[in-house]
T-cell receptor, first 116, second 111 residues
Framework: GAVVSQHPSWVICKSGTSVKIECRSLDFQATTMFWYRQFPKQSLMLMATSNEGSKATYEQGVEKDKFLINHASLTLSTLTVTSAHPEDSSFYIC????????????FGQGTRLTVV | DAKTTQPNSMESNEEEPVHLPCNHSTISGTDYIHWYRQLPSQGPEYVIHGLTSNVNNRMASLAIAEDRKSSTLILHRATLRDAAVYYCILRGVNRDDKIIFGKGTRLHILP
């Protein structure tokens, strides 16, 4: 099946710094990618929808200036957590689709962000 | 937003079949029923999906009720590796193709 790869798998950063997470579709082109955040013992929460060549669409309550999303190519979307704080520590997961709602979706392996 | 309802947790013995239920009484005619699972510290992975008819693949079977208001994911012979959180999700043309996760069912496999 199709592969979605995230990098890095884990990252530790200091409070106040910015962190970039990459999401790549390795063997297919993804016009749309999705970014999720997951806190311990909780379900995945959709943060935003990333569309190639256009601005991302953010879910209600997600700060677009804090979580910068760039989808510059059909195989790469990036999430930058700006001015990270300890409360941003979480598991971040991206997803990409090949077709529409009638096809399976593919997920990256996740990125564990720890802000100290 | 159509909601799915799943039990919080279930237990099963290794090498026995597991039936994971999901209720989706407000499903619309164009909604597909998708199942994903998440192993510890990993991203979700696709399990199976269907529209009206029962579906089988190498991982599992999906039994869909005739009125489509409920479905059951069947793992025919559970292994320890199947311990995960299983999510039942509706995807359709009216949902902007977003995948919205509920709480899912945490499946424990007993050796």
């Amino acid at each position: 099946g199709a592969v979605v790869s995230q990098h890095p798998s884990w990252v530790i950063c200091k409070s106040g710094t910015s962190v970039k997470i990459e999401c790549r579709s390795l063997d297919f082109q993804a016009t749309t990618m999705f970014w999720y955040r997951q806190f311990p013992k909780q379900s995945l929460m959709l943060m935003a929808t990333s569309n190639e060549g256009s601005k991302a669409t953010y879910e209600q309550g997600v700060e677009k200036d804090k979580f910068l999303i760039n989808h510059a190519s059909l195989t790469l979307s990036t999430l930058t957590v700006t001015s990270a704080h300890p409360e941003d520590s979480s598991f971040y997961i991206c997803s990409a689709r090949v077709g529409g709602y009638y096809t399976e979706a593919f997920f990256g392996q996740g990125t564990r962000l720890t802000v100290v | 937003d159509a909601k799915t309802t799943q039990p919080n947790s279930m237990e099963s013995n290794e090498e026995e079949p597991v039936h994971l239920p999901c209720n989706h009484s407000t499903i619309s005619g164009t909604d597909y029923i998708h199942w994903y699972r998440q192993l510890p510290s990993q991203g979700p992975e696709y399990v199976i999906h269907g529209l009206t008819s029962n579906v089988n693949n190498r991982m599992a079977s999906l039994a869909i009720a005739e009125d489509r208001k409920s479905s059951t994911l069947i793992l025919h012979r559970a292994t320890l590796r199947d311990a995960a959180v299983y999510y039942c999700i509706l995807r359709g043309v009216n949902r902007d193709d977003k995948i919205i996760f509920g709480k899912g069912t945490r499946l424990h496999i007993l050796p």
